[in-house]
């Protein structure tokens, strides 16, 4: 059974920094396509970031320069690291996994992309102050 489980959130400073984590259980992590998303309240989520299976990845562009995701395989964990952070990028961000293909890792971040997505974590909260 897939399981995955984010942590990492919690609340910063404008222009501060965290790091999230999601372990994953239950599949080949190293073979799926993994995405970091987000949704703020009266917000429709949106991805953020994705990884293929080969390392390729994808990013939202309200969050290139400043986060990156990355996966360490033997740990079955994938990251986050969010810098310059905003006050827009509070939200709670959700981990998603499904089995890796073509679509990966662009349709991660494009519309919808959640549609593209299987199985999600229960979400962390983040939240930036000014």
């Known amino acids: 059974q897939v399981h995955l489980v984010e942590s990492g959130g919690g609340s910063v400073q404008d222009g501060g920094s965290l790091t999230l984590s999601c372990a994953a259980t239950g599949y080949t992590f190293s073979d799926w396509c993994m995405g970091w998303f987000r949704q703020a309240p009266g917000k429709e989520r949106e991805g953020v970031a994705g990884?293929?299976?080969?390392?390729?990845?994808s990013y939202a562009d309200s969050v290139k320069g400043r986060f990156t995701i990355s996966k360490d395989n033997a740990k079955n964990t994938l990251y986050l690291q969010m810098n310059t952070l905003k006050p827009e990028d509070s939200a709670r961000y959700y981990c998603?996994?499904?089995?890796?293909?073509?679509?990966?890792?662009?349709?991660?971040?494009?519309?919808?992309?959640?549609?593209?997505?299987?199985?999600w974590g229960k979400g962390t909260l983040v939240t930036i102050s000014s």
């Open positions: 990884i293929d299976r080969d390392g390729i990845t």
């Open positions: 998603a996994a499904v089995p890796s293909g073509p679509f990966c890792p662009d349709a991660v971040v494009g519309p919808q992309g959640d549609s593209a997505m299987t199985y």
